[in-house]
């Protein structure tokens, strides 16, 4: 997962998000059922891809297909990356890489 600098400033690249995971508290006793590590590499994946065709615009469904990611889990990746900044969603509800500036 994506988040803001330390500063609440946007992300700028994403050069500035490699290399730092996010980590997350669970209760006491809550075991995490997620494979975390599997997570993060669709959700670099994902950013890649998208980083590699600057004019890919997707619905959840044909990401989903595209990138082989369970419909729900690609839908809440796609809106996290949203809110990171990395992608927009169109009002087609459609994602595609977010240009600089916008």
Same mark, same amino acid.
Do not use: W
């Given at each position: 997962?994506?988040?803001? =600098?330390? @500063?609440?400033? $946007? ?5 500035? #998000? =490699?290399?730092?995971?996010? @980590?997350?508290?669970? $209760? $006491?006793? !809550?075991?995490?059922? *997620? ?8 959700? +670099?994946?994902? !950013? ?8 890919? #615009? ?10 082989? #990611?369970? $419909?729900?889990?690609?839908? +809440?990746?796609?809106?996290?990356? @949203?809110?990171?900044? !990395?992608?927009? *969603? ?6 595609? +890489? ?5």
């Amino acid at each position: 997962m994506l988040r803001p =600098k330390s @500063t609440g400033a $946007p992300i700028s690249s994403l050069n500035d #998000v =490699k290399g730092h995971p996010l @980590t997350m508290s669970l $209760p $006491p006793g !809550v075991l995490e059922r *997620r494979d975390v590590a599997r997570r993060e590499a669709i959700v +670099r994946r994902i !950013v890649a891809e998208f980083q590699d065709m600057p004019g890919l #615009v997707l619905s959840v469904k044909q990401a989903s297909r595209f990138l082989g #990611v369970d $419909p729900a889990a690609c839908a +809440r990746i796609l809106e996290e990356l @949203t809110h990171a900044g !990395v992608l927009r *969603r169109g009002a087609d509800q459609c994602y595609g +890489r977010r240009e600089a500036g916008h």
